[in-house]
């Protein structure tokens, strides 16, 4: 009880000072700015346009709910998706809404997570805040509709309440930590690491080995096996769906058998490798080497609470740079909190070992790289430093640019007409990216051509001989396809001129 009394009342301190409440209110500002100001300034990703779609068709269709699971997925950003789409009538807006909505709460999680740890580092949730704000790589995936901001705000939910459990061991905390855990299962297969990484609170169980008394570990195991059941309950929700197989075989597309991996050492350190690079450019590398001087120091502190964090992050590191084989930053950007706390512990150290004076310096230091990256991605993404694994959302095939300045030619074209389009492949950017748009509407219709016809294709050329608009979109597909009643009506070209996107029209004399 002594225990608890102490909490309640550092965190009723915590908020009877009126300069938290002036930092509060400036975080939360800050955080709605950066997470909602030029919200569809990127263009669409391939991969957004299919979860946004596979939204669409679940919303209005209660037989494919779980749609998402015929590509392996799991549905939770599916369905999430869905109350975005009834208020916002572009389908992009309401598909990154959804992200906002986790990048709007993972602050305040981890700002209570880093309460719960250091009571009496008043200044540490603040910090971490503020860190979260201006951290690049969460900003990016709270602004995209995919489903890394919701992995990364049920990871760090699931180190707190394998924290709480560990402290309190009890029920109340067993039933919500099994919720949280089934929901998060229903994200991603990542999230499986939440549940093998559980049972590392113990290491804050009391035990006392003198009189051989093991009755607490015993509790908090016991209620730990209460939330994986409640969480592998949640999760076995897909088995209403008759494609739920299918994650394990999406799985073993972009991983192999650990076994499997032992043999292929190359593959790992190219991954390592990798990984480095996406920490130290979208962390900023002031704050990754800042991190890991406050993990060292964490541990000098207190190694329980530091081994704690460390688990939780090097653990699902390694196993994943072992065993991906198609890699790029998003698999890891759930781990990226964790770093930003060992950050504000150093920094509160740092408080208390130098002149107050030079603090604010060393901490403008360490955030003028995070907060003008952040801005690059709030108005010039283009330039922001993506590294080589992660061109894709500017450059190439899967970077949606004209896909935006093509929905206005349609629909402008629609007001007067019907319209026929016809796109290069029947799933990815050009169909989906498209439909999401003109699925609902009866005066368009989209047709998906893979591999590409004779051109143009018989049915858009009846189409056009009977008085509608056609239209046949390419996606940095080679050679000018110019001919007679197929003519290029415009293009788009990706960054640093990587590809194009090409809308052709059909037309016929009347």
Same mark, same amino acid.
């Given at each position: 009880?002594?225990?608890?009394?102490?909490?309640?009342?550092?965190?009723?301190?915590?908020?009877?000072?009126?300069?938290?409440?002036?930092?509060?209110?400036?975080?939360?500002?800050?955080?709605?700015?950066?997470?909602?100001?030029?919200?569809?300034?990127?263009?669409?990703?391939?991969?957004?346009?299919?979860?946004?779609?596979?939204?669409?068709?679940?919303?209005?269709?209660?037989?494919?709910?779980?749609?998402?699971?015929?590509?392996?997925?799991?549905?939770?950003?599916?369905?999430?998706?869905?109350?975005?789409?009834?208020?916002?009538?572009? *389908?992009?807006?309401?598909?990154?809404?959804?992200?906002?909505?986790?990048?709007?709460?993972?602050?305040?999680?981890?700002?209570?997570?880093?309460?719960?740890?250091?009571?009496?580092?008043?200044?540490?949730?603040?910090?971490?805040?503020?860190?979260?704000?201006?951290?690049?790589?969460?900003?990016?995936?709270?602004?995209?509709?995919?489903?890394?901001?919701?992995?990364?705000?049920?990871?760090?939910?699931?180190?707190?309440?394998?924290?709480?459990?560990?402290?309190?061991?009890?029920?109340?905390?067993?039933?919500?930590?099994?919720?949280?855990?089934?929901?998060?299962?229903?994200?991603?297969?990542?999230?499986?690491?939440?549940?093998?990484?559980?049972?590392?609170?113990?290491? &804050?169980?009391?035990?006392?080995?003198?009189?051989?008394?093991?009755?607490?570990?015993?509790?908090?195991?016991?209620?730990?096996?209460?939330?994986?059941?409640?969480?592998?309950?949640?999760?076995?929700?897909?088995?209403?769906?008759?494609?739920?197989?299918?994650?394990?075989?999406?799985?073993?597309?972009?991983?192999?058998?650990?076994?499997?991996?032992?043999?292929?050492?190359?593959?790992?350190?190219?991954?390592?490798?990798?990984?480095?690079?996406?920490?130290?450019?979208?962390?900023?590398? *002031?704050?990754?080497?800042?991190?890991?001087?406050?993990?060292?120091?964490?541990?000098?502190?207190?190694?329980?609470?530091?081994?704690?964090?460390?688990?939780?992050?090097?653990?699902?590191?390694?196993?994943?740079?072992?065993?991906?084989?198609?890699?790029?930053?998003?698999?890891?950007?759930?781990?990226?909190?964790? $770093?930003?706390?060992?950050?504000?512990?150093?920094?509160?150290?740092?408080?208390?070992?130098?002149?107050?004076?030079?603090?604010?310096?060393?901490?403008?230091?360490?955030?003028?790289? $995070?907060?003008?990256?952040?801005?690059?991605?709030?108005?010039?993404?283009?330039?922001? *430093?993506?590294?080589?694994?992660?061109?894709?959302?500017?450059?190439?095939?899967?970077?949606?640019?004209?896909?935006?300045?093509?929905?206005?030619?349609?629909?402008?074209?629609?007001?007067?007409?019907?319209?026929?389009?016809?796109?290069?492949?029947?799933?990815?950017?050009?169909?989906?990216?498209?439909?999401?748009?003109?699925?609902?509407?009866?005066?368009?219709?989209?047709?998906?051509?893979?591999?590409?016809?004779?051109? *143009?294709?018989?049915?858009?050329?009846?189409?056009?001989?009977?008085?509608?608009?056609?239209?046949?979109? &390419?996606?940095?597909?080679?050679?000018?396809?110019?001919?007679?009643?197929?003519?290029?009506?415009?293009?788009?070209?990706?960054?640093?001129?990587?590809?194009?996107?090409?809308?052709?029209?059909?037309?016929?004399?009347?």
């Amino acid at each position: 009880m002594a225990g608890k009394r102490g909490t309640l009342k550092a965190f009723t301190n915590f908020f009877a000072d009126k300069r938290v409440w002036f930092w509060l209110l400036l975080a939360l500002f800050l955080l709605f700015l950066t997470r909602l100001v030029n919200l569809t300034r990127l263009p669409i990703f391939c991969d957004e346009a299919i979860y946004i779609r596979w939204s669409q068709i679940a919303w209005k269709e209660a037989s494919m709910r779980f749609i998402s699971l015929t590509d392996g997925k799991q549905p939770f950003q599916t369905w999430i998706t869905i109350p975005f789409l009834k208020v916002f009538s572009d *389908p992009l807006v309401a598909g990154r809404a959804q992200a906002v909505l986790a990048g709007l709460l993972l602050p305040f999680v981890l700002a209570i997570l880093a309460g719960f740890l250091c009571l009496k580092k008043k200044n540490l949730p603040t910090l971490v805040m503020f860190l979260t704000i201006f951290c690049p790589y969460l900003l990016f995936h709270s602004r995209m509709a995919l489903a890394e901001s919701w992995l990364t705000f049920f990871a760090a939910g699931s180190v707190f309440f394998s924290y709480l459990l560990a402290k309190t061991r009890r029920l109340d905390v067993a039933l919500l930590a099994g919720g949280w855990l089934g929901l998060a299962l229903l994200v991603k297969s990542q999230a499986w690491f939440f549940l093998i990484l559980f049972p590392v609170g113990l290491i &804050f169980v009391p035990v006392n080995f003198s009189k051989k008394n093991f009755n607490q570990v015993f509790k908090f195991l016991g209620l730990f096996l209460l939330s994986a059941a409640i969480a592998y309950f949640i999760y076995n929700i897909q088995r209403l769906s008759p494609w739920m197989h299918m994650i394990a075989q999406k799985n073993q597309d972009f991983a192999v058998s650990p076994l499997k991996a032992l043999k292929e050492w190359p593959i790992f350190w190219q991954n390592l490798k990798a990984s480095l690079a996406w920490f130290w450019t979208y962390l900023t590398w *002031p704050v990754f080497l800042v991190s890991l001087a406050g993990l060292l120091l964490w541990l000098k502190k207190d190694w329980r609470q530091g081994l704690f964090l460390a688990a939780w992050f090097f653990v699902p590191f390694g196993a994943i740079n072992l065993i991906a084989r198609i890699y790029n930053s998003r698999y890891l950007a759930f781990l990226a909190f964790l $770093p930003l706390i060992w950050t504000g512990f150093f920094l509160t150290e740092l408080k208390t070992k130098i002149p107050r004076r030079v603090f604010p310096l060393f901490l403008l230091l360490i955030f003028l790289l $995070p907060i003008f990256r952040s801005g690059q991605l709030l108005f010039w993404p283009e330039q922001f *430093p993506f590294t080589r694994t992660d061109r894709g959302y500017l450059e190439g095939w899967t970077a949606g640019y004209g896909i935006r300045e093509t929905v206005q030619i349609v629909a402008k074209a629609a007001e007067i007409q019907p319209v026929v389009i016809g796109t290069e492949g029947n799933f990815g950017l050009l169909s989906q990216g498209l439909e999401i748009y003109f699925a609902f509407d009866p005066r368009v219709d989209v047709f998906g051509y893979y591999p590409l016809p004779q051109q *143009p294709p018989k049915e858009l050329a009846e189409a056009a001989r009977k008085g509608k608009r056609a239209f046949f979109i &390419f996606n940095n597909t080679a050679g000018d396809f110019s001919q007679d009643n197929f003519m290029l009506h415009s293009e788009f070209p990706k960054v640093n001129n990587q590809g194009s996107l090409r809308v052709y029209e059909l037309v016929f004399e009347k």
